[in-house]
């Protein structure tokens, strides 16, 4: 070989010099790292995407000067459901610091402990976040008689003036999230998500009216209202409810598997827990082992309904979005979150037991069946647990993927997720297709049992069911939890729907919470694929878009342009953009779908319906209508609202 061939070529030195170095403003920052502020973006669909936590962001302030004693009230408007106007009737941003408050980091009135002793926002940083994300964003202080008011674009001044006003004192703000396709493309706020928000609001700050929308918001007994308006299935005793100085707990037992827990710190809801509610799990099963003098922890925890909310000065949260405690102190000189918590349930709720003897008959009662359900099925469960551990290391049924939920320091466990899907075909579509690192996959075999009406025994003596217990590890609770969102991907066929029913009953029957906390989804896929030659198409603004998309992405045109619709609507619209004649092709089963096209449908645009619970819902009684043995009366609902949509076969192209 000659000593030319033998040369290995060198990569381009990239120049790093001067001109490399960038100083970026406040406002630009946000922008161009988003996440670091807001944690995900998202279009409004879930609970935990962005426009939601500029919301709150706002409504943060307000409560604080709620907690405060300056004002009781607050108003919250959505045009549209995608513009926003918050006025509250506190103290007001003080005049000559506006600007600086609301477009300079780290400037804030809650360093100071004097003003807000028992503060969400502590960082200086909510409120420049909102108006850095906002295509359009004004604020307007009222106090004594004068209103200074500000307006910005993207994060931009615009206006600033400052008049006379005879408005009662407070702050104004109105924003609109920019839905610029690197940010908020395609937002929406959802009303139920936002009215479950606001009702978190008044639960921890009784006596705060809330109108939003033209509707009243109140409670007047705190977090006994919220156990209230969350649970799903009837309480066994009235639910105990005990309030102290900083902390503020209640309590019930129903008849439902497992536990559920509600946390909140200064008013933020901590959707993942953390040191108040850990503690406060341990204590009250701790009481109550020690009031009774026996039993485990296990029996006494389970079916317990329970909410605790405490105030912490200067609370440490372990990321931006404020959704985990990870404060290990009440206060900078005070008890540990742990003692203070111990402390106050050891002595609030042994009082409570001990002057209730009715409530704490009931409670025992309940333990003591906890505790015979459990003994029962000990051997079933350690054969079960045996199996699944042998299972686990060869188990044909998961493909795992690398990050989880579980995962506590990685960046991206709120990412991770499991699709349960039917067959191999579908299996097979989506584990060639998925992010390894953030999805895995556990395949059916045909429909699972119908486990209404049956004991937990079952999870344990059905093996899928309890391998798939074991994949998502939440045989102790949801703290172990492997997967963020569990997506449930069946065809849209009836069989494939039953199937999702079945999988859905298996949730709520056992692992109730798991629905409850919104980590249970149901996976959209297309039902019609509609494409047309490049060259067939005349209408110039699809061809625009198409081409500007193309360039957007760096990819190389294709002969067809295609569209994936949802809906018999999404179908309608694609043949009169890519008219004439496409070529329309109906899928008639996940399996049917090749990888390549299936890699987009789960990925960063997939299409997910989350599984909730309403504020009426009785698990027992829906469950039982629909899954139960009254098989005439759900034929007759059946007759009386069927809907008969005939498909035209030379409408479509069968795969």
Known sequence: MSEENNIIPQEEVVTYDDDNIRHL????????RPGMYIGRLGDGSLPEDGIYVLLKEVIDNSIDEFKMKAGDRLEITIEDNLRVSVRDYGRGIPQGKLIEAVSVLNTGGKYDSKAFKKSVGLNGVGVKAVNALSAHFEVASYRDGKVRKATFEQGKLISDV?????????????FEPDSDAKLFKDYKFHDDIVENMLRNYTYLNTGLAIMYNGRRILSRHGLEDLLKDRMTNDALYPIVHLKGEDIEIAFTHSNQYGEEYYSFVNGQHTTQGGTHQSAFKEHIAKTIKEFFGKYEYVDIRTGIVAAIAINVEE???ESQTKIKLGSTL????????????GDFVKQQVDNYLHIHQDVADVIENKVKESERERKAMAGVTKLARERSKKANLHNRKLRDCRIHFSDVKNDRKEESCIFITEGDSASGSITK???????????LRGKPLNCFGLTKKVVYENEEFNLLQAALDIEEGLDTLRYNKVIVATDADVDGMHIRLLIITFFLQFFPELIKKGHVYVLQTPLFRVRNKRTKIKNKQVLEAENAKLKDQNAKPSDFITRYCYSEEERTQAIQELGPDPEITRFKGLGEISPEEFAGFIGPDIRLEQVTLHKNDQVQKLLEYYMGKNTMERQNFIIDNLVIEEDKPEDYDYE
Not at 25 to 32: A, P
């Open 433 to 443: 297709s998925r992010d390894v690192n953030t999805q895995a996959v556990f395949s």
């Open 25 to 32: 403003s406040d406002m630009e920052h946000v922008r161009t």
């Open 162 to 174: 400052t008049e006379d006003s005879q408005d009662e004192n407070g702050t104004y703000i109105y």
């Open 315 to 317: 609370p440490v949260f």
């Open 330 to 341: 009440m206060a900078p000189d005070g008890d540990t979150i742990n003692k203070y918590v």
